[in-house]
């Protein structure tokens, strides 16, 4: 089984909408952490330009992630410079730490 990581930079006031949609597509775990940095958007009020968004991580199978890479793109688009970005990544392999053993191919959720 090929697994896939998402990750979506979101501007904060989406992340609850995206997280709310991602459980309604049964999206059984994600990461979440805040972080800052600048790209094509700039804050121009701050000394340092930064500017705060939402970091969301998922580990998936990787015929899930067309359904999940556009749930958080329809849910997080505002058409703004700061809507933010999704990357998908191949994953090599995933362990899973409780068992110490690798990822099943059959029965196992994201």
Known sequence: MQY????AIVI????KAVEQALVE??????S?????G????HDFYQS???TCHACIDIFCRASRVD?????????????QLEDGII??????????????????TDDDDE
């Open 25 to 30: 597509i049964g999206v059984s775990g994600v």
């Open 12 to 15: 904060c006031e989406k992340l």
């Open 67 to 79: 359904i999940i890479v556009n749930t958080i793109m329809d849910t997080a688009h505002n058409g």
């Open 87 to 104: 990357a998908v990544t191949p994953v090599e392999q995933l362990y899973r730490i409780r068992t110490k053993s690798e990822y099943a």
């Open 4 to 7: 896939k990581k998402v990750t």
């Open 38 to 41: 600048y790209g094509e958007y």
């Open 32 to 36: 979440i952490t805040q972080v800052r």
């Open 48 to 50: 340092d330009m930064m």
